[in-house]
């Protein structure tokens, strides 16, 4: 089992930037892959990007694609997504989650699961 523990979101206007973290103990980190999601109010947890173990292979969702970037650190056990040229639509809560082998993308691959951190984009 992996303990992951989110942090860094927050309020930002429109076109701000926020970088979130997550920190995951319990297993190998560098041998499974590692996920973000985010759920917005009335909505169901959609994925949001994906990286491989290694950190080699990353896959993202057409919606954040060009603005948002996934990496790891293998060594400080952390995830990261750095978010630029924020929109209000995606204000949500945003999860990060420890997949099954080297490289998920399906929420149904995902077996370890963050507490979420709310991240707010106004207008």
């Known amino acids: 089992q992996v303990q992951l523990v989110e942090s860094g979101g927050g309020l930002v206007q429109a076109g701000g930037s926020l970088r979130l973290s997550c920190a995951a103990s319990g297993r190998t980190f560098s041998s499974y892959g590692m996920g973000w999601f985010r759920q917005a109010p009335g909505k169901e947890r959609e994925f949001v990007a994906a990286?491989?173990?290694?950190?080699?292979?990353?896959s993202y969702a057409d919606s954040v694609k060009g603005r948002f970037t996934i990496s790891r650190d293998n060594v400080k056990n952390t995830v990261y997504l750095q978010m630029n040229s924020l929109k209000p639509e995606d204000t949500a809560v945003y999860y990060c989650?420890?997949?099954?082998?080297?490289?998920?993308?399906?929420?149904?691959?995902?077996?370890?699961w963050g507490q979420g951190t709310q991240v707010t984009v106004s207008s």
């Open positions: 990286i491989s173990g290694a950190g080699g292979k990353t």
């Open positions: 989650a420890a997949g099954s082998s080297w490289y998920n993308t399906r929420q149904a691959d995902f077996g370890s």
